[in-house]
Each structure stands twice: as C-alpha cells, then as structure tokens.
C-alpha cells in the first residue's frame, strides 16, 4: 500500500520561512511526477508547484503566485519531495497538500497519490 506523508507546517509570521517535507512509502518501482498543492478556506484547490526527472535532469513549474519565493526539490533516493517556502505571506494560508504519480511495485500503471495535507498559517 503506497502512502504520502507530510510534514512542516505550523504558525509562521509573515516574511517567515517554512519547510514541507513529503515522504512516500510502500513497495514502489517509480515515481513520475510529484507535487505540492494547496485549498484556502472557502477556495478550490490549486496547484503550488510540480516537479519532473527526466534523464536524471528535474524540472519544476511554479504558481505565479509562489515564482521566486518557493521551491520545490525532490530525493529520489529516499522517495520524497520538499517544499521551501520563503517570504511567505498571509495568502499563502491554506492547507498543504502532496500529490505524486506513482507506479507501485508489481504493477503495469502509474497512480496518483495524495497525502493528508498539513496546515500552513501565516500571521503575526
């Protein structure tokens, strides 16, 4: 059974720093694409950041909203995947949430997973 577990978030005041953290466990042959999402009170969910390996070379697309004050990073070696977040604001109060697409051992397809979310909160 594959699971993402997060960690990281907490109360931060604004201009603060936060590092999210999101593991993946189970018997897994590969991990595709992997994520971080995020859902304000009374809002859909949106896409924060996404990132790619290919030919061992990653590649990470940002929300305008979060160009040049997050980043996202991956250890394929230990199946997780991080969320940097600097100069953070109080907009980017929301809860936090991993999406991966996951191949799971002994089987032909890839998946998407998504963790339990971690709450991220923003204010003095």
């Known amino acids: 059974q594959v699971q993402l577990v997060e960690s990281g978030g907490g109360l931060v005041q604004p201009g603060g720093s936060l590092r999210l953290s999101c593991g993946a466990s189970?018997?897994?042959?590969?991990?595709?694409?992997m994520g971080w999402y995020r859902q304000a009170p009374g809002k859909e969910r949106e896409l924060v950041a996404l990132i790619t390996s290919r030919d061992s070379t990653n590649y990470a697309n940002y929300a305008d909203s979060v160009m040049g004050r997050f980043t996202i990073s991956r250890d394929d070696a230990k199946n997780t995947v991080y969320l940097q977040m600097n100069r953070l604001k109080p907009e980017d109060t929301a809860v936090y949430y991993c999406n991966a697409n996951i191949r799971p051992g002994g089987t032909r397809n890839s998946y998407d997973f998504w963790g339990q979310g971690t709450q991220v909160t923003v204010s003095s």
């Open positions: 189970g018997i897994i042959f590969s991990i595709n694409r």
